[in-house]
């Protein structure tokens, strides 16, 4: 009989290979291109084909290395960051890359309790400058970095 060893990398590797597979399947209507000529769904893809490797490698093992119990969710510090997960999707198209990334960090600041005011700020506004050089001038990715109504 096999026996689990580490449940919470079991339940994490499960979960990547979930993830991994719903991103592998809903990529698969997008262009896929060549590495030279990249189609929309070439980066999904082989992202979603390594997060799945990553699961499997650590589902694996769950089986072979000895690790910790599951505990108890704590809802009211893991809905903080599932709010502002929901926040961003929801809102990053309306409200521009900059304010969204500050007001998901500020959202997932509230899990915790030792946070302070000015480091919240700050890691929201260094976030939201990061994303903006990653995203939109490093990638080239098409994001409004503002809100439709401060656009210039």
């Known amino acids: 009989?096999?026996?689990?060893?580490?449940?919470?990398?079991?339940?994490?590797?499960?979960?990547?290979?979930?993830?991994?597979?719903?991103?592998?399947?809903?990529?698969?209507?997008?262009?896929?291109?060549?590495?030279?000529?990249?189609?929309a769904g070439f980066f999904p893809r082989w992202i979603a084909i390594l997060l799945l490797a990553l699961g499997a490698f650590i589902a694996a093992r769950g089986f072979a290395v000895d690790g910790p119990r599951l505990e108890r969710i704590s809802w009211p510090l893991a809905l903080p960051i599932l709010a502002s997960i929901v926040l961003f999707?929801?809102?990053?198209?309306?409200?521009?890359?900059?304010?969204?990334?500050?007001?998901?960090?500020?959202?997932?600041a509230a899990a915790g309790r030792a946070y302070r005011l000015g480091e919240v700020a700050l890691l929201a506004v260094g976030m939201s400058l990061f994303c903006a050089l990653l995203f939109v001038w490093g990638l080239s990715l098409t994001m409004d970095l503002l809100p439709p109504m401060l656009r210039i």
């Open 1 to 39: 009989m096999i026996r689990i060893r580490s449940p919470r990398d079991l339940l994490a590797g499960v979960l990547f290979c979930a993830v991994a597979a719903a991103a592998i399947w809903l990529s698969h209507g997008l262009e896929y291109g060549s590495a030279r000529n990249m189609g």
């Open 89 to 108: 999707g929801l809102a990053v198209t309306q409200l521009g890359l900059l304010l969204t990334v500050a007001l998901s960090v500020v959202a997932a």
